[in-house]
């Protein structure tokens, strides 16, 4: 009964007296049924029967006198009940002596079972008929017998009618039990789940806008009318509580908001046991590993590990207020410490600030300045709009010129063919197509005299000054044959990868296709551009694109032959020289071996890189007479089919 439990009132009310009611009703009309059934069918047989008795006394003469034609007579005495449908006449040995047939209507005669049924009580029921054994005695000793076979259709009728009458009670109790539950509803459970209604509203939602009628004069509308009165009430004060409420929570909110917005660690001390009882998000975001909201057992000594811990507990214990102390860690970093007493004078506030990279960044800039005003090569820094803002001594001692002497003359102005001779469109277009122009050039300093030189021009983006470019010159004097070396080798490899630069790359291309141009060999070149790069730099930093393109470098000339060249040209775009070249197969098998190996994750400060590569190939023979520039850009243009089907695989250069 688990259910009636968990029903609801107006399932609890209807379901009982439903069922009751119906429970009786099928009691009573089948007991109504099976008493009506079982008196029509006793009527219906002794009627028979008292019928079949007279008619048997007035056939013990012909059957005495074995008068066929006035026994069938006799028979038809049964045509006065319209029921029976059959009448034989059967002597003693079992002979037909006589018949009547209802309209010539031949029955169904009796199975074995009914058969045996009739022998045991004189009559039997069968699916369509009566079947009824009469004896005919004369002095009590039985000289025929008559068997009648007499239709159920009159016992079928009754059973119909009952059934009939049945149904419309049926349908009376339906309509009874409607109306019943209607008003139970209209009286009883709509009031009672409207009431429950308004009171979940103000115990789970806190609504008071919900109020049920009344809808009656009898108790429930007591009760209805109370639970409105004290719902308004109830309503009244729960106004007055949230007013109260939305002040102080105004006051904490702001108060919050204060704390917040403050990007310095805040710490409410204990100060008898150093023990933190308060602090800000941006403290969690100080001490990530050794903070979170529960402070129960807590210190800031522990948090903070101090080299000095000696002093932070001075301060705590004996609440003392300092500011910007530097603390030094046990982590190597650099914590400044500012303290106040607070109200309450058991507790300190302590305002911690992680200055590790100011610190660092100051000591680098001061390492930058001496680098910079040390360095024996000569530099120059411009601005985005090519205004002279640096010059270091080493330029002044090389060239003779004053920072005065150059400050007013722009970058266009400086490289003119007056004060230095090297062209301004090269600079200008290598930079800007590649960020960055070296070479050797001959230059004159302020008294005329000739200087060999390399100069290295880059541009830097400086995000600290809204992403705006920086251009820095470096010129150093190759008159040393040491420093004519080691400068030879920056100007024809990538200083970030070692890998040979553009200016390798072709003067290696154009010699090898030089030799070769009278042979019928062939050679290969694969332009290489990686997938996925830019987004590394925008997620992690250009330190770690940085870290992606060495690594690269690293693997493209693991791939290649000892002869073959693998050169990096610019940003994360790279090209392999092969040669010589047996067929595209073996461009084709290089190309697969190198997207495999780029594609292996690259490791960086415990986290994990991917970048893909996209390859465009073109094969061409020593002897075809292109340029080393004609078999880039075939290449180039394949690489970018490559890009647009899909990247990550390679495309031949097909005419």
Known sequence: MN?????????????????????????????????????QQTNLIDRIKVLSNGVSVNLQAALLFDDEITASEVLHAFSADKEILQALLLKSDGRLFAEYRKDGLVAKAPNRTLQLEIAKNGYALGEDAIYILIPIFLDNEVIAKIRLIVSKEGLNETRLSAMRVAFSLFGLIIIFSYIFIAKIQQWVITPVVNLNDAMQGIILRGEFGQRPNVATSDELGDLTLSFNKMADKLEERQKQLNFVLDKVEQERDFGKQIITAVQHGLFAINKKNGQILLSNDASKKLFP???????????????????????????????????????????????????????????????????????QNRTQQKLAANVFKNSQDGVLIFDSLGNLTLMNPAFTEMFGYELNDLIRLSMTQLF??????????????????????????????????????????????????????????????????????????????????????????????????????????????????????????DTYGHDAGDEVLRVVA?????????????????????????????????????????????????????????????????????????????????????????????????IFYEV
């Open 3 to 39: 259910w009636i439990e968990k029903a609801s009132l107006r399932q609890r009310l209807a379901v009982p007296l439903i069922a009751f009611i119906f429970s009786l009703f099928i009691i009573l009309q089948g007991y109504n049924y099976v008493n009506t059934y079982q008196v």
């Open 289 to 359: 590993e050794k903070l979170d909201d529960e402070f129960s057992d807590i210190f800031l000594l522990d948090i903070i590990n101090a080299q000095e811990e000696g002093k932070l507990k001075e301060i705590i214990t004996q609440c003392q207020e300092v500011d910007d102390l530097l603390i030094q860690t046990k982590q190597d970093s650099t914590l400044q410490v500012t303290t106040r007493v607070l109200p309450n004078k058991e507790q300190l506030l302590f305002s911690i600030m992680d200055v590790t990279e100011v610190i």
């Open 416 to 537: 003119d063919g007056k004060h230095f001779t090297t062209s301004t469109n090269l600079l200008a277009e290598s930079i800007e197509r590649f960020g960055q122009w070296h070479g050797e050039v001959l230059e004159k300093d302020k008294n005329g005299v000739e200087l060999p030189l390399y100069i290295k021009a880059s541009k830097i983006k400086d995000d600290e000054q809204n992403g705006q470019n920086s251009y820095i010159f470096i010129f150093s004097n190759l008159s040393d044959a040491k420093e004519r070396d080691r400068l030879y080798y920056l100007a024809h490899h990538d200083t970030l990868t070692g890998l040979p630069n553009r200016s390798k790359f072709y003067k290696s291309a154009n010699q090898t296709i030089e030799k070769n141009k009278l042979t019928t060999g062939q050679f290969g070149l694969c332009y290489l551009d990686l997938d996925g790069f830019k987004l590394v730099n």
């Open 554 to 650: 690293k693997r493209l000339e693991n791939a290649v032959r000892k002869g073959d060249l693998a050169c990096r040209l610019a940003g994360d775009e790279f090209v392999l020289f092969i040669e010589p070249v047996q067929d595209k197969m073996q461009l084709a098998e290089l190309s697969s071996r190198v997207i495999e190996s780029i594609q292996k994750p690259i490791a960086y400060k415990g986290i994990t890189l991917f970048v893909g590569v996209s390859i465009g190939v073109t094969i061409a023979y020593y002897n075809e007479e292109k340029d080393i520039d004609y078999v880039l850009k075939e290449s180039d243009q394949a690489m970018y089919e490559a890009k647009l089907s899909g990247k990550g695989q390679y």
